[in-house]
């Protein structure tokens, strides 16, 4: 388990808010500081800030991004490298390297180690995905996640027990597990993991928890757990916005409901897309093919200053609310490190260049990282 090294990150903090010891002290602590204060340093007190680690950045591959996510961050969450079709590919064959690697990397740097994801109707193997019989799905996640969250025990500070199980109306998703199991599966998957890992957090995790019908949706499963005698920690808000929504109010609503029901929220995916959407245009047929689209890839070659702005007064707008609450929220993760990362340079459409991060192509911060470093410098 992890307890980030509060004592040198509040003083990173105090001296980067001008407020810290005497001018001698901060010089002598300063020349033994590797770096000036960094966005999780600074946030420290109220909660941690992660981000997505992919491949690319355990591999080496990726050795800047490494560099910002030391310096940076104070939290880590596996992109895709412990998703079930990377980690057990086939019925009791699993590839540990990179998972061992990550769990590694977050252990070397004292952060708060993240598990994403136990259960997800995305990205499973055939042998999962295509089972029809009870006896056998319930084996399969039994076997799984005692496999999985064994290995880690100890060293996962939270699972992402279970991932996306509702739709935006607040129903369950037809998943395998839904389907086969009925509403069981989510009682007996966080009963289990409970079991296996008693001392990780547990977590629901889900976008557009915003929504208010899917809000409920959330709150009815954490009711579940909690009616059944097992341990829910906390809500996950994907949080995977734009620029111009969701409505400050409806996430402000969302993180207060969450926090009635007694368990923690986190912000566990952070980004803003920057580029039109097919569903934004009125009338578009969403199938429509957009790749080659000027329209719909509007900065190939570099994202316009006023829009920079519109990105960091977005986040401004974000983090000010996130503060307002920190007393519910334990931890903001960014999905990635840096914009050539991101997965929305892929999705809904290939081939863009989207800008949705803290830090740019060239691996430094944008506007928006400067803007979130001011607003915690001026924070009452
Ligand atoms: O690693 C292979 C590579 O070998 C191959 O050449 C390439 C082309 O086929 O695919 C690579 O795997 C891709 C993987 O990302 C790693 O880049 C998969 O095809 C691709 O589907 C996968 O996408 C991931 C997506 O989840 C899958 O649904 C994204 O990176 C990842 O950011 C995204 O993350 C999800 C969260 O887990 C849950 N919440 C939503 C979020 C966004 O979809």
């Known amino acids: 388990?992890?307890?980030?090294?509060?004592?040198?990150?509040?003083?990173?903090?105090?001296?980067?808010?001008?407020?810290?010891?005497?001018?001698?002290?901060?010089?002598?602590?300063?020349?033994?500081?590797?770096?000036?204060?960094?966005?999780?340093?600074?946030?420290a007190p109220n909660f941690y800030i992660g981000a997505a680690v992919n491949r690319v950045q355990l591999?080496?591959?990726?050795?800047?991004?490494?560099?910002?996510?030391?310096?940076?961050?104070?939290?880590?969450?596996?992109?895709?490298?412990?998703?079930?079709?990377?980690?057990?590919?086939?019925?009791?064959?699993?590839?540990w390297d990179m998972a061992d690697a990550y769990v590694e990397l977050g252990e070397q740097q004292d952060m708060w180690i993240v598990g994403h994801t136990l259960v997800w109707h995305s990205q499973l193997p055939d042998y999962v995905k295509e089972t029809t019989d009870p006896d056998q799905l319930r084996t399969y996640l039994e076997e799984?996640?005692?496999?999985?969250?064994?290995?880690?025990?100890?060293?996962?500070?939270?699972?992402?027990?279970?991932?996306?199980?509702?739709?935006?109306?607040?129903?369950?998703?037809?998943?395998?597990?839904?389907?086969?199991?009925?509403?069981?599966?989510?009682?007996d998957v966080f009963r289990l993991a409970q079991e296996v890992d008693p001392d990780a957090e547990l977590y629901y995790n889900?976008?557009?928890?915003?929504?208010?019908?899917?809000?409920?949706?959330?709150?009815r499963i954490a009711k579940l757990l909690q009616d059944n005698g097992v341990r829910i920690d906390g809500i996950g808000m994907q949080a995977h916005y734009n620029l111009n929504g969701p409505p400050i109010s409806q996430v402000r609503n969302s993180i207060d409901a969450y926090a009635a029901t007694g368990v923690k929220v986190m912000i566990t995916e952070l980004d803003l897309t920057v580029l039109p959407n097919p569903w934004d245009l009125e009338g578009a047929a969403v199938e429509q093919n957009f790749e080659e689209s000027e329209m719909m890839n509007p900065y190939p070659g570099g994202l316009p200053d006023s829009v920079?702005?519109?990105?960091?007064?977005?986040?401004?707008?974000?983090?000010?609310?996130?503060?307002?609450k920190h007393e519910h929220i334990t931890r903001v993760t960014f999905w990635g490190i840096h914009d050539n990362q991101s997965w929305l340079n892929g999705w809904p459409i290939r081939g863009r260049t989207n800008y949705?991060?803290?830090?740019?192509?060239?691996?430094?911060?944008?506007?928006?990282?400067?803007?979130?470093?001011?607003l915690a410098a001026n924070r009452d």
Not at 360 to 373: I, T
């Open 1 to 43: 388990m992890r307890l980030i090294n509060y004592g040198f990150l509040l003083l990173c903090s105090l001296i980067y808010l001008g407020c810290g010891p005497s001018t001698a002290d901060v010089s002598e602590t300063a020349s033994n500081t590797e770096s000036a204060p960094s966005l999780g340093a600074v946030y």
């Open 59 to 95: 591999d080496g591959t990726d050795s800047a991004g490494l560099a910002i996510l030391e310096r940076e961050f104070t939290s880590i969450t596996p992109e895709n490298v412990m998703k079930w079709e990377n980690i057990q590919p086939e019925a009791n064959r699993f590839e």
């Open 144 to 187: 799984h996640i005692r496999a999985v969250a064994g290995r880690y025990k100890g060293k996962i500070d939270g699972w992402d027990v279970l991932n996306e199980a509702l739709n935006e109306d607040g129903s369950y998703r037809e998943s395998v597990f839904y389907k086969v199991l009925g509403e069981q599966y989510i009682v």
């Open 206 to 219: 889900d976008y557009n928890l915003n929504n208010p019908e899917k809000r409920e949706g959330a709150i």
């Open 308 to 324: 920079q702005i519109r990105l960091a007064d977005r986040y401004e707008e974000l983090f000010r609310l996130f503060l307002e």
């Open 356 to 374: 949705p991060l803290l830090f740019d192509r060239q691996f430094k911060p944008k506007k928006a990282h400067e803007r979130l470093m001011q």
